[in-house]
C-alpha cells in the first residue's frame, strides 16, 4: 500500500513522494495554494488539506514550519475522532460510482488534532455496513495513518456506512448511500431476415497487362530528430488498478490520471481529452471520470 498527500488526499508511489517534517506530499503538490510557487522545508505553512509560504500563511490561517500549531486544550469537535481531522473518502462513498455486485473501495486518513498523519492499531477501526445485504467490509492497513477499506453492495437500497476510530465516530460518520438497481438490459427488435442476393453473371477473364520496369529504391532520408516530446506535459498515472500485485482477476481496479503542463502545473482538461484503451485477452472496459481538478480516476475490470 502506499502514502497519502496531505493536499490533495490521493495515493502517493515512491517516484513521486515528498515528506517534510511529519507531513506527506506529492511534489507537484508541494506548492503554495496562494501564488503556486514550489514550497522549500523552511518556508511553508499547513492548515488542514491547504499548504502556503510564510507570505501567505494568514490566507490560510495556518500555521509555519517553524511554528506548528499548539494542540487545542480540549476537544472542540462534538466527540470526532481527530477533532474532525479524521475523514473517509473514495469511489467506494460515492453513490454513482458504485456498481451493484462488485467491489467497491474507500480510503480512511486518521488525523491528530493537528492534522498530522496518525497511526493506531487496526484494532481500533471499526467499518460497519448495514443495509439490505451485508456489506463484508474488509480493512486493510497501510501503515502510514491511512486504511483501505473493500466492501461489496450485493443488491440495490440504501446502505449506511458507521465508520469509529479509538471509540469516536469519524466526520461525516454514518454516510448513508442510496443504491439504485441497475438497468433493464435493452430488447433489441429481431434483425429482418435477409434475402438471397441473385447471383452474378461471371465475367471473362480480362488479359494479364505487361509487366512493368520496378525502378530502383530511392535512397532513405535521414531520420529527423524529434524536437518535442512524445509525452504530455508532466503527465502522469498511478495507483493500485495499475500494480498488478494488487489487480484481482474479476474485481474492479483504480488508478489515476494526474493531467499537467509543461510548468508542472495541474491541467483541467473535458473528458473527450483523456483517452484510455486496455487492450488484452479480454475487454478492460475503462471508465474514465473528472474529479474537476486536474485529475481523472479510472475503473477497469
Not at 502510514?144 to 443488491?155: P, Y
Amino acid at each position: 500500500m502506499s502514502d497519502i498527500c496531505i493536499v490533495c488526499s490521493k495515493k502517493i508511489f515512491f517516484i513521486d513522494r515528498l515528506a517534510v517534517d511529519n507531513y506527506l506530499f506529492h511534489k507537484a503538490c508541494f506548492r503554495c495554494s496562494i501564488c503556486r510557487k514550489p514550497l522549500t522545508p523552511k518556508d511553508y505553512g499547513v492548515n488542514g488539506h491547504k499548504v502556503a509560504c510564510k507570505a501567505h500563511l494568514d490566507k490560510i490561517g495556518g500555521a509555519g514550519a517553524s511554528q506548528p500549531a499548539s494542540a487545542p486544550s480540549n476537544d472542540q469537535s462534538g466527540g470526532l475522532h481527530g477533532g474532525g481531522n479524521t475523514v473517509a473518502s473514495g469511489t467506494g462513498l460515492d453513490p454513482a460510482r458504485i456498481k451493484i455486485g462488485d467491489v467497491s473501495l474507500f480510503t480512511i486518513l486518521i488525523r491528530d488534532e493537528n492534522n498530522k498523519p496518525k497511526r493506531v492499531p487496526q484494532s481500533e477501526v471499526s467499518v460497519k455496513i448495514s443495509g439490505p445485504a451485508d456489506g463484508k467490509p474488509e480493512v486493510f492497513d497501510n501503515n502510514d495513518g491511512s486504511f483501505d477499506v473493500e466492501w461489496e453492495a450485493a443488491t440495490s437500497g440504501t446502505y449506511t456506512v458507521d465508520i469509529h476510530v479509538e471509540g469516536k465516530p469519524i466526520k461525516g460518520s454514518p454516510i448513508v448511500l442510496n443504491l439504485g438497481g441497475s438497468a433493464p438490459a435493452e430488447t433489441k427488435p429481431p434483425e429482418p431476415v435477409k434475402t438471397a442476393e441473385p447471383v452474378k453473371t461471371v465475367e471473362p477473364p480480362k488479359p494479364a497487362e505487361p509487366a512493368k520496369t520496378v525502378e530502383p529504391p530511392k535512397p532513405a532520408e535521414p531520420a529527423k530528430t524529434e524536437t518535442s516530446s512524445q509525452y504530455h506535459g508532466n503527465s502522469y498515472a498511478s495507483g493500485s488498478g495499475l500494480d498488478s500485485s494488487k489487480v484481482k482477476i474479476g474485481d474492479v481496479s483504480l488508478f489515476t490520471v494526474y493531467a499537467r503542463d509543461d510548468s508542472d502545473k495541474p491541467l483541467k482538461l473535458p473528458t473527450s481529452k483523456v483517452s484510455v484503451t486496455i487492450d488484452g485477452p479480454e475487454d478492460g472496459k475503462p471508465e474514465v471520470f473528472d474529479n474537476n481538478d486536474g485529475t481523472y480516476d479510472v475503473e477497469w475490470e
